[in-house]
């Protein structure tokens, strides 16, 4: 079992703490240098949580739990134009970086208006790609209440947010509701704003945990983070990927930002632990850029195919 922190703190000696987490057998999900601070998400085993903590006070770094890395988080919108985007949108998404969450925002093709808002069957595949749906709503009751149709059939946990306060079970569909985060023409930086943004953080960080619970029941054949660290070490072409995290985990899986057609074979030849990955994995073409989607399988569905 694996810990995932974030540590923030100088670049200067930060190779130290890299080195120490490489050699207790954990993994870098991801590293930001912004100036002269390190942002690092990491996840490393349980039992070794106490060495990376006083290396981090020895660095005079901040250390915090950050339950949400190593998630992939979409931020749907209705549209992304400015006469409907839910301003909370690019706030939500900031925000949730904050606490080691790897977002994407995904506006609708036909969101515009209560009565002529849709979703594609496209948009649905690519929303699913994700382990939560956090659907950014508006100011307005009735409106919310109408677009349940978007998510109404998402095959995973979803989020609402608005402004209203609106009991969940009117809205057929969402897994949650969190209200005080409607479309306003400014940033979210009073009290009640940040108050409304914390809760958000608190429900989604309950959702994963209970997510993580199931899975535990029936766990993947293998860590994402082990899939990531294989594909980094097998595939040099991901050194050339540009991307923010070229090899982005999930829960059950990971996105590889490098071409379907072009690369899937040498994705489907890698080996961990004696098999190749095809073996141990869905491998397909993802709705993001033709990205490449690895879905791992879980131990039941190996005991299924063996009878």
Not at 163 to 168: E, L, Q, R, S, T
Not at 199 to 205: A, H, P
Request: one cysteine or more; charged letters at 30%.
């Amino acid at each position: 079992m694996y810990e995932t922190l974030t540590f923030t703190g100088g670049v200067h000696k930060s190779e130290e703490i890299k080195e120490l987490i490489e050699d207790l057998g954990g993994f870098i999900l991801q590293d930001n240098i912004m100036q002269m601070e390190l942002v690092l998400n990491m996840a490393v085993p349980l039992n070794d949580v106490n060495k990376i903590e006083e290396k981090s006070e020895e660095l005079l770094a901040k250390l915090s739990v950050a339950p949400m890395a190593g998630s992939e988080i979409a931020i749907v919108s209705p549209t992304l134009a400015r006469h409907h985007l839910p301003h909370a949108a690019c706030d939500i998404s900031e925000y949730l970086r904050e606490y080691g969450a790897k977002d994407n925002m995904i506006g609708l093709a036909r969101g515009d208006g209560k009565g002529t808002s849709g979703i594609s069957e496209e948009e649905k595949q690519l929303i699913e790609e994700h382990d939560i749906a956090v659907f950014a709503l508006g100011s307005f009751e009735t409106c919310i209440k109408t677009k349940a149709f978007l998510y109404d059939d998402i095959n995973i946990p979803v989020i609402v947010t608005g402004a209203p306060d609106i009991p969940i079970e009117e809205l057929p569909g969402a897994d949650a509701y969190v209200g005080g985060l409607g479309r306003i023409p400014r940033r979210l930086r009073r009290g009640p704003d940040i108050r409304a943004l914390d809760t958000l953080v608190e429900t989604i960080e309950e959702i994963l945990n209970n997510k993580k619970r199931e899975m535990n029941l029936d766990p993947p054949l293998v860590p994402s983070i082990v899939v990531k660290n294989a594909i980094e070490n097998q595939i040099p072409e991901i050194k050339d990927v540009i991307s923010p995290a070229p090899v982005t985990t999930q829960l059950d899986g990971v996105r590889v930002k490098i071409n379907y057609d072009k690369y899937h074979e040498l994705i489907e030849n890698i080996v961990i632990d004696g098999k190749k990955l095809s073996e141990i994995a869905e491998i397909k073409k993802s709705k993001m850029y033709d990205y490449i989607l690895v879905k791992i399988n879980s131990e039941s569905s190996l005991i299924e195919d063996s009878n």
